[in-house]
């Protein structure tokens, strides 16, 4: 039998192969220190879980909810937005809550997609980026995800060459995968461009409040004239360490919008009215939770460096996010991430998520999520350490490593 054809356009999903081989380490006995998956750790602050248990016990809060959100939690983001950013929304018109960012991005791209429209999307970049678009009958056309003049360049070949002309250009900063930050300037430049080009922009800002250099990651709203082409997705998961609550945010331009919730409409009842209240406490509420956090996340990005690099696996220090976008080792790179990745769970008991699975273009690196405490992250390293010291005794019939140094 044929496959149908929207699963057709979808490639073997990488990161599946790599959590088959550890679920086989797992079952042998083996203690996999899991840094692939960016999953946070760190329990929901408890003001948060207490309004929850609030909500739930009132009547009629089991009953289905709004798909775009309920008032008090559009206007809870939009004061947020004022608060961070000085970006003023109209909660009722610019601000609707989705299911997580993942969600916003796919029903955005069901609302706005026609087959044949070309996206610009980052390569490497998270996967609901280009294949959000892929499953509405849309074709990606990849640029560079790091900011810069060949960004720029590399958009104008873009539209020069892409026929039809693009309808919308994908940015996320900071960057998953990469970490990588961008600043207002580049999103002065992003605006022009699309007003120039006549696309929209549709900005990932899911790691806003994870940065580590006391430079807040700006967004694009920010820029002057910015809401006539762009809409920006935020997320709760990790700013709050609620990644399975499920509560994201589209806001912006209100026509993009209109066409968000009007999809999200046949298609959801909006979240549990109960975790929507307890969100909107969390917006509302007090920001030494986010401080904490971002501190713990820090002290992880520090250790792992160190370690890591003490180890033989160079890590570059990321300067926001929750993960550390790695080359592999040099000796390792004929391999390719997806066969390195997985040697490090069999080997070294510490599973990464490979390059492979963003792009392309990531298929020299491996990402390293900062979700273990500070204890298993020196272990991981010291297994790391093991695993390279012996590598050229234990995996001559692997790959020839003495010939690719």
């Known amino acids: 039998m044929t496959e149908f054809h929207s699963v057709r356009r979808l490639p073997p999903y990488v990161f599946e192969q790599v959590n088959r081989v550890k679920a086989a380490a797992r079952k042998a006995g083996a203690d996999i220190i899991d840094l692939g998956m960016g999953n946070p750790d760190l329990p929901t602050p408890d003001h948060i879980n207490e309004k929850l248990v609030e909500a739930v016990t009132k009547p009629r809060t ?26 003023s929304l109209n909660p009722d018109t610019q601000v609707v809550a989705t299911l997580g960012s993942k969600e916003g991005f796919a029903n955005m791209a069901q609302a706005i ?26 074709v ?14 590399a958009l104008e070949r873009a539209v020069i060459h892409s026929v039809p002309k693009p309808i919308a250009l994908i940015t996320c900063f900071p960057s ?3 970490a ?17 080009h006549d696309i929209f922009v549709l900005s990932d800002l899911a790691y806003s409040e994870i940065y580590f250099d006391g430079n807040p990651p700006p967004s694009i709203l920010q820029v002057p004239g910015a809401m006539d082409v762009a809409v920006e997705f935020t997320s709760m998961s990790k700013t709050y360490s609620m990644p399975g609550w499920r509560v994201g945010f589209a806001v912006g331009n209100e026509r993009l919008l209109a066409a968000l919730a009007r999809v999200k409409s046949y298609l959801d009842y909006g979240a549990y009215t109960p975790i929507q209240v307890a969100a909107s406490a969390a917006l509302n509420g007090p920001d030494d ?7 713990i996340y820090k002290k992880r990005r520090d250790i792992m460096v160190d370690t890591f690099g003490r180890a033989g696996f160079t890590v570059p220090s990321p300067k926001a996010s929750m993960f550390a976008w790695a080359p592999i080792p040099e000796k390792f790179r004929p391999l390719g991430s997806l066969e390195f990745s997985k040697l490090l769970v069999e080997k070294a008991h510490v599973a990464v998520a490979p390059g492979i699975g963003f792009g392309e273009h990531g298929d ?30 234990t995996l001559h019939n692997v790959v020839p490593l003495a010939a690719a140094r």
Request: with cysteine; charged share 25%; net charge positive.
């Open 62 to 87: 089991n009953r289905y909810s709004t798909s775009k959100g309920i008032p008090g939690l559009r206007k809870a983001q939009a004061a947020y937005y004022a608060r961070r950013f000085g970006v």
């Open 113 to 138: 997609t026609a087959p044949g429209d070309v996206v610009l999307t980052p390569n490497p970049s998270y996967p609901i980026h280009a294949f959000g678009f892929l499953m509405a009958g849309g």
């Open 140 to 153: 990606i056309r990849n640029v560079p995800a790091t900011p810069g003049p060949e960004y720029f360049h």
């Open 176 to 178: 998953n995968p990469t």
């Open 180 to 196: 990588e930050v961008a600043d207002l300037e580049f999103y002065k430049d992003v605006v022009r461009f699309a007003k120039q």
């Open 289 to 295: 939770c986010i401080a904490e956090m971002r501190e």
């Open 364 to 393: 020299e690196f491996v990402r390293i999520a900062l979700v273990e405490n500070e204890h298993r992250i020196r272990q991981a390293a010291r297994s790391i350490r093991r695993f390279l010291e012996t590598a050229d005794e």
